[in-house]
């Protein structure tokens, strides 16, 4: 991909990673995801309704979002804990900083976030001199290779294990073997030591109830629960897209989540969080704060159609069917969050201008959005920021010159309203052969000129009805 690095795209960063060809871990996996949400969603009959109804309260809470936020703040206050509100990426990380010099924090262990990563907070925090500590296997690996996730589910997809035992043997000076379990229990080991020594706990959260100030975090390893209960201090960064009405609401996403993203019924933990703890020896940290991330979520919620990416709800069965995701992986994307979500979020987050690619970056199949659980119409999504780049917005100016908008407005003109079509089909043959003659049109300037100097117009043949009529009576006559 092409085009000046904005501030959030590492392009640079992310290419030099990018594989000469994808894995087979990659096909392996999303293959693997995409069989077993099949299994599951055919075991419910009722499952085309649950999409329904989760995209339905996806959609009432978004529309009311500040009532459920507000709602969210008195509770998670009420119990206890602190609330910030991050306007920016910018915001998120020096409240984050803010709250670790207050408590003159050195070591931080997280569990996976997508909110971090948008945010890039572990860089941040390693030019603050302050250790943060990746938790989740795929996280830590990749950590390790100092890229960003390749999946938003499984982040290190594209790594054999032969990659990460090379990789653990060089980071961590041993002989790591190839075997997964093995090393599964090394970074254990690693890990465990950075548990029992941090001061700080930072998690992402997957819903906030706002019923009652509840962070909901599904995972399938043990450290979410671990950094979120062994660290005195707890902090959460949450995109304001993660309120939920209540506790009713979750137990439809909840469905809906792990079917979509691993094929399981259930992830393996499911924990809720609501404020610090109450009492000595209960479970959990001293201190909660959570942070809500806006980082332009407010502004996509003014556009009536590229809203609805602000459903999501982060399963990644989108990138498991993508054809494109699986045959570029990851970090083709060169941005936070990969496959067809990432392609209708990051234009919207970062400004069409920082990500102008992304909205191309499809063949819009729809595979993505017949998986969707929540029904995100992704390639209607799609055609409308390919239509805001091509005649700009409020990020960039138009990337489409303006005689071609000029031809392609009068073309969705004529298609659009039927008599002028009809009269446009009348004219055609009359002013064909005055376009025609000596194929004085190659002879038009620039940008024209790109595309008449190497293709002549062709002579007129027929209307379409015309032709159409002809082709049916030719069918009618092979019939009898
Ligand atoms: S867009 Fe839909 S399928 Fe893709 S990650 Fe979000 S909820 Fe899952």
Same mark, same amino acid.
């Given at each position: ?9 590492? @392009? ?25 949400? /099949? ?9 085309? $309704?649950?999409? $329904? ?20 703040? $008195? ?20 409240? %984050? ?45 990749? $950590? ?31 002989? /790591? ?9 090394? =970074? ?6 950075? @548990? ?13 109830? /706002? ?13 979410? #629960? ?31 989540? /792990? ?26 940290? !001293? ?23 602000? !459903? ?11 054809? %494109? ?29 920082? =990500?102008?690619?992304?909205? @191309? ?21 799609? #055609?409308?920021?390919?239509?805001? %780049?091509?005649?700009?917005?409020? @990020? ?11 031809? =392609? ?26 376009? #025609? ?15 008449? !100097? ?19 009576? #030719?069918? !009618?006559?092979?019939?009898?």
């Amino acid at each position: 991909m092409s085009g000046a690095a904005p501030a959030f795209i590492d @392009f640079e960063k992310y290419s030099e990673h990018v594989p000469a060809s994808i894995p087979a871990a990659v096909q392996q996996a999303t293959n693997r995801f995409v069989a077993g949400r /099949a299994a599951r969603a055919a075991e419910l009959p009722q499952w085309e $309704q649950l999409r $329904q109804i989760g995209s339905d309260i996806r959609l009432h809470t978004i529309e009311n979002m500040d009532v459920y936020l507000t709602r969210l703040e $008195q509770k998670v206050v009420s119990a206890g804990g602190y609330v910030h509100w991050a306007e920016t990426a910018e915001d998120a990380q020096r409240i %984050v900083l803010q709250i670790a010099k207050e408590h003159k924090v050195k070591k931080v262990v997280k569990s996976k976030s997508m909110a971090t990563e948008e945010i890039h907070l572990n860089r941040f925090l390693e030019l603050a001199d302050i250790e943060a500590i990746e938790t989740d296997l795929g996280e830590y690996i990749i $950590q390790l290779a100092g890229t960003g996730p390749s999946h938003i589910i499984v982040p290190a997809v594209h790594l054999k294990k032969e990659e990460i035992a090379a990789l653990f043997s060089e980071k961590l000076h041993m002989d /790591a073997p190839t075997d997964p379990v093995e090393l599964a229990r090394i =970074a254990r080991e690693v890990l465990r030591e950075k @548990f029992l020594n941090a001061e700080m706990g930072i998690s992402g959260g997957n819903f906030l109830v /706002a019923e009652t100030g509840t962070l909901v975090m599904v995972t399938n390893e043990g450290n979410g #629960r671990m950094c979120t209960t062994m660290p005195d201090l707890h902090v959460a960064v949450v995109g304001i897209d993660k309120v939920i009405p209540d506790w009713e609401s979750l137990t439809v996403f909840l469905k809906l989540l /792990a079917r979509s993203a691993t094929g399981q019924k259930l992830s393996t933990y499911t924990q809720f969080i609501t404020g610090p703890r109450r009492e000595e020896g209960e479970f959990g940290p !001293k201190e909660f704060h959570l942070i809500l991330l806006d980082n332009g979520r407010s502004k996509i919620l003014k556009d009536p159609v590229g809203r609805d990416v602000l !459903k999501c709800i982060r399963c990644g069965a989108c990138a498991n069917v993508c054809p %494109v995701y699986k045959n570029v992986g990851g970090f083709a994307y060169g941005s936070f969050i990969s496959g067809p979500i990432g392609a209708i979020l990051t234009p919207q987050i970062l400004g069409t201008q920082a =990500a102008r690619e992304l909205p @191309f970056a499809s063949t819009l199949c729809g595979a993505c959005a017949d998986v969707c659980p929540v029904k995100i119409p992704i390639p209607t999504i799609l #055609r409308h920021l390919r239509r805001r %780049v091509a005649e700009g917005d409020e @990020f960039s100016l138009p990337a489409m010159p303006a005689p071609i908008r000029t031809i =392609a407005g009068l073309t969705s003109l004529a298609l659009a309203w039927n008599w002028i079509y009809r009269i446009g089909a009348r004219l055609l043959p009359v002013v064909n052969p005055f376009f #025609r003659r000596d194929n004085w049109l190659s002879g038009m300037p620039y940008p024209l000129s790109r595309w008449t !100097k190497i293709r002549p117009l062709p002579p007129f043949s027929a209307r379409f009805r015309q032709w159409w009529n002809i082709r049916s009576a #030719r069918e !009618k006559e092979s019939s009898r």
